[in-house]
């Protein structure tokens, strides 16, 4: 029977509690189990103690693929996924647009590994195919992209992978399951920094992959490894927290359309960033590829406005690192997610330090346009001087 996406969230993969007959899954801490006359050893490094197994069984299911894994972070998820099917002598075609601390593992650590790599110049097509070479081995994208919300085809990135017998990987962590499931659309690898939407409450850091059970595999061989499995308290959370994904993340949505159209009529912003408005160059694309548009956004003020003070100014959205929590944040991703790149490489993804990055939680909508409105009462915006 085809389940919805909030019976996924709440039921598949649950732990039964038949010693007490509990409504929620039992917590299992152990870290040492028996290893005599049983059907599996199970070892927390090893991705397979009983808490692990049945988040994973969910993350599956909301991401309609074979198997998954969770990890100790999101990080650790994108490093472990690229270095399992990366080797010395192998390249890998990024697009341009990426997460700051993916783009860092890649320019920082990649030629250690003796593993080549190319950044695309834009999303299309050519721009992709272009960048492969005799020894690619893997295709890695993200969409929406951070922090600049731009939209990559996945169905064009699967098609150009299976061309060229290659691994398709994607950052899904924007989307969320409720909104985009890849590998519907072709790709072959699912990554989420489950510390985000998964988690939901900024209070859990945690990653996951989702892919074939033959990909799965092959990650978890290097994954035992390299030791980036998550604690099976925090397990136990992220399981809890995603029950509720699909009914957040829907409240996110709408909070992120109506959030967006409201900024870009304001005279005090200069451009606004998210798929779901018509101007966006990628809304057809995201129109093929999303069930909605998600809660994310960015947007630049016009030079006239102090953004620094602004930002102290705001009572109700938090100026805080991170996102997808239920309550609204907001940062700059110049100071924060992408510190680390230069200025030039964060000019070069069109990532200004102007730019400000918007999460929206599950307030209302009035009382978020009410702070902003505030907030740029008090820097004196709008205000005239005899």
């Keep these: 029977m085809k389940k919805g996406i909030n019976t996924i969230c709440t039921h598949t993969g649950e732990l039964k509690d038949d010693t007490f007959k509990g409504a ?44 998954a894994l ?124 489950a510390t985000k939407y998964l988690g939901g409450h900024s209070d859990i850091l945690a990653g996951a992959v989702c892919a074939s059970e033959a990909h799965i595999e092959r990650i978890f061989s290097l994954g035992k490894n390299l030791g980036g499995s998550l604690s099976d308290y925090t397990v136990w959370l ?46 057809r694309i995201a129109c093929e590829q999303m069930s909605d548009f998600g809660g994310m956004l960015s947007f630049e003020f016009d030079p006239s406005v102090d953004q620094v003070s602004f930002l102290k100014h705001l009572k109700l959205i938090k100026p805080s690192m991170s996102l997808a929590g239920v309550e609204s944040t907001i940062l700059s991703p110049a100071k924060t997610s992408h510190a680390l790149l230069s200025e030039q490489e964060r000019a070069d993804q069109g990532i200004s330090d102007r730019l400000l990055r918007f999460s929206l939680g599950i307030e209302d909508k009035s009382d978020l346009i009410e702070d902003i409105e505030q907030a740029l009462q008090a820097v004196g915006w709008g205000v005239e001087v005899n």
């Design 24 to 67: 929620v899954s039992p917590l299992y801490m152990s870290t040492s189990y028996a290893y005599e006359e049983v059907s599996e050893k199970r070892y927390p490094r090893y991705f397979n103690t009983p808490n692990q197994q049945a988040l994973s069984k969910k993350l599956a299911a909301l991401e309609k693929t074979e198997a």
């Design 238 to 283: 992220l399981e809890r927290s995603i029950k509720t994904l699909g009914i957040r993340v829907k409240a996110q949505n709408k909070n992120a359309r109506k959030m967006a159209r409201f900024l870009e009529k304001h005279p005090a912003i200069a451009r606004v960033y998210y798929p779901g408005l018509k101007h966006h160059p990628d809304h």
């Design 70 to 193: 969770v990890f100790g972070s999101g990080m650790a998820a994108v490093s472990t996924a690229l270095l399992a099917f990366l080797s010395k002598g192998d390249h890998i075609v990024l697009q341009k647009t990426l997460y700051g601390g993916t783009f860092n593992l890649v320019v920082e650590e990649f030629e250690h590994f003796g593993i080549e790599y190319s950044f695309t110049k834009g999303l299309s097509r050519e721009d992709f195919e272009k960048e492969i070479r005799e020894n690619t081995r893997v295709i890695y994208a993200e969409t929406p992209s951070n922090p600049l919300l731009t939209i990559t085809d996945l169905r064009m990135v699967g098609v150009l992978a299976r061309e060229y017998n290659l691994v398709s990987m994607v950052d899904n962590t924007f989307a969320s399951p409720v909104n985009q499931n890849p590998a519907t659309l072709g790709i072959d690898v699912i990554i989420h920094s």
